[in-house]
């Protein structure tokens, strides 16, 4: 069965740093993809609604990430009646105890941690 991951937008993924101009986080992307590669499905899940989610996906969907779903479960499960995501890893840079580290003067997500021990996880 695959696997689920929930993984945020906001210094994790990338860091809008204006308007329109968005940054990523060095690796997120390289190692999202190296997830769904091996079978991952991989949910959005982040605060931002409206035009901010839809900018958010349309900039990982430029570099080829597409998720699948957006701040909810992908298809119901009978035995889950909240509206909290369900997923076997979730991906934060607030998480208690996740590797972090300054990128552009925010706490970002420390993917050359992360990103390796996620992977082993998922094989």
């Known amino acids: 069965m695959s696997k689920i991951i929930a993984v945020d937008f906001d210094e994790t993924i990338a860091v809008q740093t ?9 690796k997120s992307v390289y190692w999202l993809l190296e997830y769904q590669k091996l079978g991952a499905n991989i949910i959005l899940w982040t605060n931002r609604k409206g035009p901010t989610l839809w900018l958010a996906k349309a ?3 430029s570099l080829g990430l597409y998720f699948t779903n957006e701040n909810k479960n992908s298809w119901p499960i009978s035995w889950f009646v909240s509206d909290k995501i369900y997923a076997d890893m979730f991906i934060d840079n607030l998480a208690l105890g996740s ?21 082993k996880l998922l094989q």
Do not use: A, S
């Open 59 to 61: 900039w990982c969907n």
């Open 99 to 119: 590797p972090v580290k300054l990128f552009l003067d925010k706490l970002c997500f420390d993917w050359d941690i992360g990103g390796p021990l996620g992977f």
């Open 18 to 26: 204006g308007l329109f101009t968005i940054r990523e986080v060095p």
